[in-house]
């Protein structure tokens, strides 16, 4: 017991590390449960790891809002949009395999990825306009559609919104990351919303996991504030490369094997 909860809250903490400054922290904190406690149902697992991840996205929003200040008439819309989502994504799960979405997220992230390292200065400048009904139904859409993609599978949730935030608003990677958390958190909270009624929560692991996730967002928060947007825009490529990699081997060589 003792060991498991170490090995866990060891990656819990790096999860949170790397999700504070660019998202994908599930990459991280999923696969450790899976390893850790094999014989746990995987609702189960995803709702610990819901637990633990809303509590250091809460840590980093707060972190991020003390010295990024952003445009919360767009801001609360998108969350609220992503909420209602989340819940109608989790609610598709059974409806949709996951053998569809992958192909699809894996093309998402390559374009993804290609865009960022050939516009050099992309999410470089902060230089968002006027914030009007266009906008807003914008990022009414962006939270919706992220929020429902977040309920119905997941990986890539905080780099896709960053994406969006810096390709529609013209945000630097800054405060697209401090943007994409509070949109984030209320996904989470969709998410918890189900799993803890329904019992699917180990609260011996989630626990001291929060702890840790936050401490580590705590520390990613840090890093993202010091290093500035250029920094951040290396990581966000390292995490979407990551990604790529992830589902192409889930595609190719895992299931051949």
Same mark, same amino acid.
């Given at each position: ?21 660019? @998202? ?31 509590v250091g996205t809460l840590s980093a929003a707060r972190s991020y ?7 919360w008439r767009l801001i609360l819309p998108a969350a609220a949009a ?64 992220? @929020?429902?993609?977040? @309920? ?75 290093? @500035? ?29």
């Amino acid at each position: 017991m003792l060991l498991t909860l170490g090995f866990v809250c060891t990656l819990a903490f790096m999860a949170g590390l790397i999700d504070a400054a660019v @998202g994908g922290g599930g990459l991280i904190q999923i696969p450790a449960l899976f390893t850790a406690l094999p014989n746990m149902s995987p609702a189960t697992l995803f709702g610990t790891n819901k637990l633990a991840s809303a509590v250091g996205t809460l840590s980093a929003a707060r972190s991020y809002l003390r010295k990024v200040r952003l445009p919360w008439r767009l801001i609360l819309p998108a969350a609220a949009a992503a909420f209602i989502m989340s819940f109608a994504g989790a609610a598709a799960v059974s409806l949709i395999p996951k053998d569809v979405m992958r192909p699809l997220v894996l093309a998402l992230l390559l374009v993804m990825a290609v865009y960022t390292l050939w516009k050099k200065d992309f999410g470089a400048r902060h230089s968002p306009g006027p914030i009007g009904r266009r906008e807003m139904l914008v990022g009414v859409a962006i939270g919706g559609a992220i @929020g429902f993609y977040d @309920g119905l599978f997941g990986p890539g949730t905080g780099s896709f919104l960053m994406f969006l935030f810096i390709r529609f608003f013209s945000f630097d990677f800054l405060h697209a990351s401090a943007s994409a958390k509070v949109v984030n958190l209320t996904t989470n909270v969709a998410a918890l919303a189900f799993f803890i009624p329904a019992g699917h929560v180990l609260y011996q692991y989630a626990v001291p996991m929060a702890l840790c996730n936050m401490l580590g967002a705590m520390a990613g928060t840090w890093i993202a504030l010091k290093k @500035g947007a250029r920094f951040v825009r290396i990581l966000f490529l390292m995490l979407t490369s990551s990604l790529i990699c992830k589902l192409a081997w889930d595609m190719f060589f895992a299931a051949a094997g």
